[in-house]
């Protein structure tokens, strides 16, 4: 402890209502230097000095109150951990790893922010014998009580009825049913009920035999489990390729030594078919919880994992951390993708929490994808995690035929349309045969970037290898370094004169295939369309049953779904994403492209897969084209290692945010020279960040490389120690490790 701290911040319980009312308390001399921050005491609490246990936020050398008002700590908690002191630990690991405060981290690991009242049920249950009541109802009938005669002679039929039933069914009013009940006929019986998500038109699934590699996966993990040991898997298998049904058979098999199964998944798009197999299999011992749901839903989700109701859930990032009493099992499925990693303080990633999770929980995780993250797959190449591999489609099919189209020769040729002949021509085959078709256009990319529609040269900044972005008209900047050089009048490559940004919409596209086909029927799958409560499920579950032939989308219609009469999937501008100012955008790319072609021919159907680029020699579209995972694997770590980003070495990113440019610049100026007389060696910026103002703040970035965390950790501290002590002004700052998104 440091000198001087007398006084602690506790937090009396880590729940809901009680996250944001730390209680000061004195620490005794005899605990002076034991108590710190993430420590479990015992206290004393309210009027009567209850002892209670809470946990140790912050220490001060101050408090706001009167001396003879602080009650003293009682003593370190000794003994058992409670569900609720794993939550602390997540938290207490998210804080030290990623920044923020404690009450930050605290309010991530509690995936329900508020608690709800449950769902109060009335039954209306028979008293009387079946007589007695027949002989009221004549009674009602003859007084022409018409609507005490109804709910009298149901009665008479049915020893149970809900209330519900009554007043919607019946069109009965609630004082009817209160003047049946003081008639002696029946009673009002009161019961609550948890919140659950619609679940519709899942059936029984079928029972599937698994091949060789997937057999060979399931038997090793599962001889792991029973010998009582816990590891972290990856299984990169090709898309089709069955890792639903192997998570199915390890999730089965959780359950069977009485534990628990939280199956993570990137985003909610992907949770209609994931939820099908599971629910398919387990039934309703399976749930749901995400940020589409209302806080009731999610409150009584949590609830229902407490207390045993439920044994799997299925869900994005904050399902991790659904309280389960025994977590056996983790599952993180399509591990590559960035919503993985939230993008608000703290900036955790959800596979690391993941791995610490089943560290403290002695829970196994299983990450699978087509198309692995380089941080993934290098550390399963080291021996850190087991690696997997599946090469054949679960079904004997093959993959889709795919084919590469370059753009600049169709615009040679006079082809000025969103479409090439190539893929017209097999819309046209496709449709008359009544098979259905995946347009996929790839947005990420819409950040400035000039590149040639000529050659497909991309404007890229000298020193950090990544596009720079066009500002203010005719400046193009780099936002690592802060690179600034005029955007040229012609190609410095091949002298043509169309230097411009691709601008293309879901909406432009909708609109073209309406003119093409007119009697199709078409369904679009962005933003917009799913910004309703139940969108996503409406439009996947409309396009699997067969009533729409052309499902238009961005990237959330690529990852992960299975329609088997898709026979065409059309990515109509695969390089936007290379010209993202990002380090990542080669993999972006290669794993957006793998994933979309990945989509056509999962039935008995072969399919088609058409990659329409400006840059069609690119070592991603190519190496995507031929899901050739492991040579582009080789040719991005070789850029990786030479350029120093991640996974050769760690990235730490400041964040800062003002209001007043020149303000904000100074500090971001002043930081950058607090980490390098820290000793950082590699620290490029500051520079405008890549939207460089949003919503009047402007914004700027340092980034500081380094081979070991634990120095990014030290310049994040010295950084904060700063910041207490600086004139801040309306300005904040953001620390982000290792970030899988550029701002």
């Known amino acids: 402890m ?8 506790v937090i009396i319980d880590v729940s809901i209502d009680k996250l944001d009312r730390p209680f000061s308390y004195r620490i005794p001399e005899r605990l002076s230097g034991i108590i710190c921050a993430g420590s479990r005491v015992r206290i004393p609490f309210g009027a009567g000095n209850t002892e209670k246990k809470g946990y140790v936020t912050a220490l001060r050398d101050t408090v706001d109150l009167e001396e003879d008002k602080i009650k003293d700590i009682l003593g370190i908690v000794e003994g058992s951990v409670t569900a609720q002191d794993v939550s602390f630990e997540i938290a207490s690991y998210i804080r030290e790893t990623y920044g923020g405060t404690l009450s930050q981290a605290l309010k991530v690991v509690i995936p329900a922010k508020a608690k709800a009242k449950p769902i109060e049920l009335k039954t209306l249950v028979r008293k009387m014998e079946r007589e007695q009541i027949l002989a009221l109802a004549d009674e009602a009938f003859r007084r022409k009580q018409t609507a005490k005669e109804k709910v009298l002679r149901a009665l008479a039929e049915n020893e149970r009825i809900p209330n519900s039933w009554i007043t919607g069914k019946l069109g009965v009013s609630s004082q009817t049913v209160a003047s049946v009940v003081k008639s002696g006929a029946a009673y009002l019986e009161t019961s609550s009920e948890y919140r659950k998500p619609a679940i519709a038109d899942i059936r029984e699934s079928e029972p599937v035999s698994l091949n060789d590699g997937q057999n060979r996966i399931v038997s090793s993990i599962c001889s792991d489990l029973d010998a009582g040991l816990r590891g972290t898997y990856l299984i990169h298998g090709v898309t089709g390729s069955g890792k639903t049904e192997v998570y199915l058979r390890l999730a089965q098999k959780t359950l069977l030594m009485g534990k ?11 949770t209609y078919q994931t939820l099908a197999r599971f629910y398919g299999k387990f039934g309703d011992r399976v749930s749901v919880l ?45 591990e590559h993708e960035a919503s993985y990693k939230s993008e608000s303080t703290p900036k955790y990633h959800a596979r690391e929490v993941a791995k610490k999770i089943c560290e403290i929980s002695g829970a196994s995780l299983v990450m699978g994808s087509a198309t692995p993250s380089l941080e993934s797959y290098t550390a399963a190449l080291s021996g850190e995690i087991k690696l997997f591999e599946l090469n054949e489609r679960a079904g004997g099919g093959e993959l889709a035929q795919t084919e590469i189209i370059d753009l600049r020769k169709e615009l040679s040729l006079g082809n000025r349309s969103m479409f090439s002949r190539r893929l017209k021509a097999l819309m046209d085959e496709k449709i008359s045969k009544g098979e259905q078709i995946m347009l996929f256009l790839n947005r990420r990319g819409f950040s400035g970037q000039i590149s040639c529609r000529e050659c497909g040269k991309v404007m890229m900044c000298p020193h950090c290898e990544v596009p720079m972005s066009l500002h203010s008209g005719s400046r193009l900047i780099c936002h690592y370094c802060g690179e600034v050089t005029e955007k040229p009048d012609t190609c410095p490559s091949c002298g043509s004169k169309y230097l411009a940004a691709i601008k293309a919409g879901t909406e432009q596209v909708e609109d073209r295939i309406r003119k093409m086909y007119p009697d199709v029927k078409t369904l679009r799958m962005d933003k917009d369309t799913t910004s309703e409560k139940g969108a996503y499920d409406r439009i996947l579950s409309s396009f699997s049953n067969g009533e729409a032939q052309i499902l238009i989308g961005t990237q959330m219609i690529v990852k992960g779904h299975d329609f088997p009469n898709v026979t065409l999937v059309g990515i109509l501008v695969a390089d936007l994403s290379l010209g993202v100012p990002d380090y990542r955008a080669s993999e972006r790319t290669f794993q957006l492209i793998a994933q979309a072609a990945g989509r056509a021919g999962r039935g008995v159907k072969p399919g088609n897969a058409v990659i329409q680029t400006y840059q069609p020699d690119s070592y991603a579209i190519v190496c995507a084209a031929q899901q050739d995972y492991g040579k582009f694997y080789e040719e991005e770590m070789a850029y990786r290692e030479s350029a120093g980003y991640p996974p050769a070495t760690h990235l730490l990113a400041l964040q800062l945010f003002g209001q007043d440019e020149k303000k904000t610049s100074l ?22 960040a890549n939207i460089a103002k949003v919503k009047d703040y402007y914004r700027y970035v340092i980034y500081i490389k380094s081979p070991e965390v634990s120095e990014l950790t030290g310049i994040r501290t010295v950084s904060e120690e700063y910041l207490e002590n600086a004139d801040m002004n309306g300005m904040f700052v953001q620390f982000d490790l290792d970030p899988v998104n550029q701002i």
Do not use: H, W
């Open 290 to 334: 995400n940020s589409s749901m209302t806080p009731g839903e999610r409150f009584d989700q949590c609830e229902r994992a407490k207390n045993g109701d439920i044994d799997i859930i299925i869900g994005p990032r904050s399902a991790l951390f659904t309280p389960f009493p025994n977590t056996g099992l983790v599952i993180m499925d399509e």
């Open 2 to 9: 440091e000198k001087g701290s007398k006084y602690a911040d």
């Open 260 to 270: 628990q199964v939280i199956f993570l998944i990137p985003e909610i798009a992907l």
């Open 667 to 688: 500090l971001a100026s002043d930081l950058r020279d607090v980490i390098k007389s820290y000793g950082a060696k590699k620290v490029l910026g500051p520079a405008p």
